[in-house]
């Protein structure tokens, strides 16, 4: 890998005090950012259901990310993806979300769809370039008022 440090994303089958730290840290950015009414992720206990499969990525540095998905009948989401500033730029992300990728196909799901905010920019680019369209709202979003969902944007990729 040119230089970088080994990555290792494992399955996480309970909240560790890594997972914990991680939310935290994404929670704290998010409510920077929008207000209570438009923060849509997972609280941790709903994290470690059995319908979602989460996972933690690892490098020399520690825990440097985190992402899960929910898996639905007709779908998969993605959920509480999140990679620390200091890994950021070096594959994190994208190794995260190809495992996501991988735990929905080997699912059955053909479909991954997520809800991120307008103003996660680095996120939005993140999903465009690994191939995701934006949509509109889907599953419990598609119910919620207007200005509960005024800041967000959807996104699905077929995985066929």
Do not use: N
Not at 43 to 58: N, S, T
Not at 83 to 93: C, H, I
Not at 122 to 151: H, K, N, Q, V, W
């Amino acid at each position: 890998m040119g230089g970088q440090k080994p990555l290792r994303i494992d399955r996480a089958p309970a909240p560790t005090d890594d997972i914990r730290a991680l939310i935290a840290e994404l929670d704290r950015t998010l409510a920077e950012l929008y207000p209570p009414e438009q923060r849509h992720g997972l609280v941790l206990d709903a994290i470690f259901q059995p319908h979602i499969r989460f996972f933690l990525a690892r490098s020399e540095a520690g825990a440097v990310g985190c992402g899960g998905i929910a898996l639905f009948s007709d779908f998969a989401e993605v959920k509480r993806m999140y990679v620390r500033p200091s890994a950021r730029g070096q594959g994190v992300a994208q190794a995260v979300l190809a495992r996501l990728e991988t735990e929905a196909r080997e699912a059955g799901c053909d479909v991954l769809r997520l809800e991120t905010g307008e103003s996660q920019q680095a996120a939005i680019r993140l999903y465009e370039r690994a191939g995701f369209s934006r949509r509109t709202a889907f599953g419990d979003y598609a119910t919620m008022p207007p200005a509960m969902i005024a800041t967000s944007i959807f996104f699905e990729k077929r995985l066929g």
